[in-house]
């Protein structure tokens, strides 16, 4: 995860919907700040310009002799998630306290996994998984799944089995190699943790450590987001 060097303040600029209604306003205060337009950033040595998730440049605020920065644009800039609760005006960073099932979210299994719900693949050493992403004789094709936590969430936790021989798991994040682990067929289920902040879209391929000994793969649907 890349370092933030500067001590900065940070707000949010995360739209409260009606649902926040007159409890958001009776929590604000009016206050005279100035838009900082000479002020310049660097993150880990490179020019950095905060942006709005639709691409537009956004001014610090300068305030009292403290800098002030759209948090979204800042999270985005370090990979790590922000979300807004507007029932309790909460904004979330990083981790979630509670898991959110990956199957609420988009699942792209391409044609090397099959979603299913019979026993004759959920069941696994003795315990029912009720339903799976289930992948047969995985060999050297790069078999692989893309899951979409949408910049929502920091972390996922993938429960793998590999059925015959031990396999390697891969996460990229577009051409960038983000989590390269062995999972080895005596530990039964494996899950898997995926640094996924910042990230909207995230490529799991399912390899063999030997070429010569395909697996059966089994993804329950048990994998969640935090």
């Known amino acids: 995860m890349k370092k933030w060097t500067a001590a900065m303040l940070l707000v949010p600029t995360l739209a409260l919907g009606a649902t926040a209604g007159a409890y958001a306003s009776s929590h604000l205060e009016a206050i005279k700040a100035n838009l900082n337009h000479g002020l310049q950033f660097e993150l880990d040595g490179v020019k950095w310009i905060p942006k709005t998730d639709d691409g537009l440049n956004v001014l610090p605020i300068t305030y009292k002799g403290t800098t002030y920065l759209p948090l979204r644009s ?19 960073l990083g ?62 936790y993938l429960n793998v089995i590999a059925v015959d021989a031990d396999m390697t798991v891969r996460a990229l994040n577009g051409d960038q190699e983000i989590r390269n682990v062995v999972v080895h067929q005596r530990d039964g ?38």
């Open 95 to 156: 981790e979630k306290s509670e898991g959110t099932p990956v199957s609420q979210y988009d699942i792209d299994p391409y044609y090397d996994f099959t979603l299913t719900t019979e026993r004759d693949y959920t069941l696994y050493d003795g315990v029912d998984y009720k339903e799976v992403y289930y992948a047969e004789g995985v060999a050297g094709d790069h078999p692989r799944m893309t899951f979409t936590p949408e910049k929502d969430f920091q972390t996922l």
């Open 74 to 92: 800042v999270a985005t800039a370090l990979d790590i998630a922000v979300a807004y609760e507007p029932e309790t005006m909460t904004v979330l």
């Open 189 to 226: 289920l494996t899950t898997v943790e995926i640094d996924v902040g910042g990230v909207e879209s995230v490529d799991i391929e399912f390899l063999p450590v030997d070429i010569w000994e395909p697996t059966d793969v089994i993804v329950p649907l048990s994998s969640y987001y935090k």
